[in-house]
Nanobody, 125 residues
């Protein structure tokens, strides 16, 4: 069992930056591919970014490419999402997720086994 806890969200203005963290429990964090997803009010949960267990393979949604950076610190069991040049349309609840079966990253939320509780990111215009 893996527990994931997100932190670092908040209210910012358009153009600002935020860094989200996801702290994972357990000793097998380094074996899991990890991902970030988000869900805006009235919308489906959508893929944001994912990283392989080794950190060598990374995927981004087109909407965040060039602005967001996903990374992992296996020594601290932490997944990070650096978000720059935030837009109002980035407003959503952000979730981190772990895939216990695969080391390669997946963009499909259904592939992930463990989820954090989510954290609100609000970007004002």
């Amino acid at each position: 069992q893996v527990q994931l806890v997100e932190s670092g969200g908040g209210l910012v203005q358009a153009g600002d930056s935020l860094r989200l963290s996801c702290a994972a429990s357990g000793r097998t964090f380094s074996n899991y591919a990890m991902g970030w997803f988000r869900q805006a009010p009235g919308k489906e949960r959508e893929f944001v970014a994912a990283i392989s267990a080794s950190g060598s393979t990374i995927y981004y949604a087109d909407s965040v490419k060039g602005r967001f950076t996903i990374s992992r610190d296996d020594g601290k069991n932490t997944l990070l999402l650096q978000m720059n040049s935030l837009h109002p349309e980035d407003t959503a609840v952000y979730y981190c997720a772990a895939d216990k079966y695969r080391r390669i990253p997946m963009t499909d939320a259904a592939r992930y086994d463990y989820w954090g509780q989510g954290i609100q990111v609000t970007v004002s215009s």
